[in-house]
Nanobody
Framework: QVQLVESGGGSVQAGGSLRLSCAAS????????MGWFRQAPEKEREFIAY????????YHADSVKGRFTIDRDNAKSTIYLQMNSLKPEDTALYYC???????????????????WGQGTQVTVSS
């Protein structure tokens, strides 16, 4: 079983950047494909990006493509989400999640992930 802890959230003005981190412990990170999701108040959890177990395959939602980049450093048991050109609509609680098995591939569906962090808040002001 893996434990996940997100960090790096905060408040930023529109157009700014943040880099979120998700540190894993309790299990080898290379066991899991990893994803980032976000949830704004009164909205459903939204897929942002995933990265395969090896790191060779990534996928980003259209809403963040070209602005956000998912990455991982298996040696540090950490995944990252670099967020540039932030917009007020990016304001949400951001979660990382781990998915075991299934050939090490990620998924856009939150239900496919077995482990979740507690989230880190990102607030973008106009």
């Amino acid at each position: 079983q893996v434990q996940l802890v997100e960090s790096g959230g905060g408040s930023v003005q529109a157009g700014g950047s943040l880099r979120l981190s998700c540190a894993a412990s309790g299990s080898t990170l290379t066991t899991y494909a990893m994803g980032w999701f976000r949830q704004a108040p009164e909205k459903e959890r939204e897929f942002i990006a995933y990265i395969s177990r090896s790191g060779r395959s990534t996928y980003h939602a259209d809403s963040v493509k070209g602005r956000f980049t998912i990455d991982r450093d298996n040696a540090k048991s950490t995944i990252y989400l670099q967020m540039n050109s932030l917009k007020p609509e990016d304001t949400a609680l951001y979660y990382c999640a781990a998915r075991a098995g299934v050939y090490g591939l990620g998924s856009q569906s939150p239900a496919e992930y077995q482990y979740w962090g507690q989230g880190t808040q990102v607030t973008v002001s106009s």
